[in-house]
């Protein structure tokens, strides 16, 4: 099952920045968060992952609490192309003794960015 | 560089036939890795390759389906006979330490 919890859908205008939340309260320490998107009928689409600091690319920002427990996806501004469902995931990046690589998807926020 | 790319795009198939999905992955990754997403379930694990191992299939739900991935190169994901159930689309992944890059999927539909 996904260990993270998200709401299911979500409205921004055009132009505005949009705020994407996940709980993931039994986060493990070695554990990052990823997000990803899935528009229309595409693959799902790397957007950004963190540990403990906030980061920041091309695409987006990721805003995690100091207690870990929860995270923020940022748009900063968002477009009609950013209309898709998007996902917190939380693994360990790589092979470590115990741990998995494969991705557990939830169910998403569903995002829609209007005109 | 070149994506990962699947095959075909769509199936449409009857129920007790065999169908055979083609996943290229990225020139150089290691991992290859398959999900798939029926209808109106979330997006679920497969199998994980790491070169021509398999290295996590706890996600294949039953003995109709085998993956192969000889030389390490390119994977096939077969199913036989298809079931009704099967329906779906089927997504191949690839990675080298970092984050997955996702084919577009296969559509399959089994009448």
């Known amino acids: 099952d996904a260990k993270t919890t998200q709401p299911p859908s979500m409205d921004c205008a055009e132009g505005r920045a949009a705020n994407l939340p996940c709980n993931h309260s039994t986060i493990s320490g070695n554990e990052y968060v990823y997000w990803y998107r899935q528009i229309h009928s595409q693959g799902p689409q790397y957007i950004i992952h963190?540990?403990?600091n906030n980061e920041t690319n091309e695409m987006a920002s990721l805003i995690i609490t100091e207690d870990r427990k929860s995270s923020t996806l940022i748009l900063p501004h968002a477009t009609l192309r950013d209309t898709a469902v998007y996902y917190c995931?939380?693994?360990?990046?790589?092979?470590?003794?115990?741990?998995?690589?494969?991705?557990?998807f939830g169910k998403g926020t569903k995002l829609t960015v209007n005109p | 560089e070149a994506g990962v790319t699947q095959f075909p795009s769509h199936s449409v198939i009857e129920k007790g036939q065999t169908v055979t999905l083609r996943c290229d992955p990225i020139s150089g990754h290691d991992n290859l890795y398959w999900y798939r997403r029926v209808m109106g379930k979330e997006i679920k694990f497969l199998l994980h390759?790491?070169?021509?191992?398999?290295?996590?299939e706890s996600g294949m739900p039953n003995n109709r389906f085998l993956a192969e991935r000889t030389g390490g190169t390119y994977s096939t994901l077969k199913v036989q006979p298809a079931e009704l159930e099967d329906s779906g689309v089927y997504f191949c992944?690839?990675?080298?330490?970092?984050?997955?890059?996702f084919g577009s999927g296969t559509r399959l539909t089994v009448v």
């Open positions: 992944a690839s990675s080298q330490g970092g984050g997955y890059t």
């Open positions: 995931i939380v693994r360990v990046p790589f092979v470590l003794q115990g741990g998995s690589e494969k991705l557990v």
């Open positions: 390759f790491v070169k021509e191992s398999k290295q996590d």
């Open positions: 963190g540990l403990k």
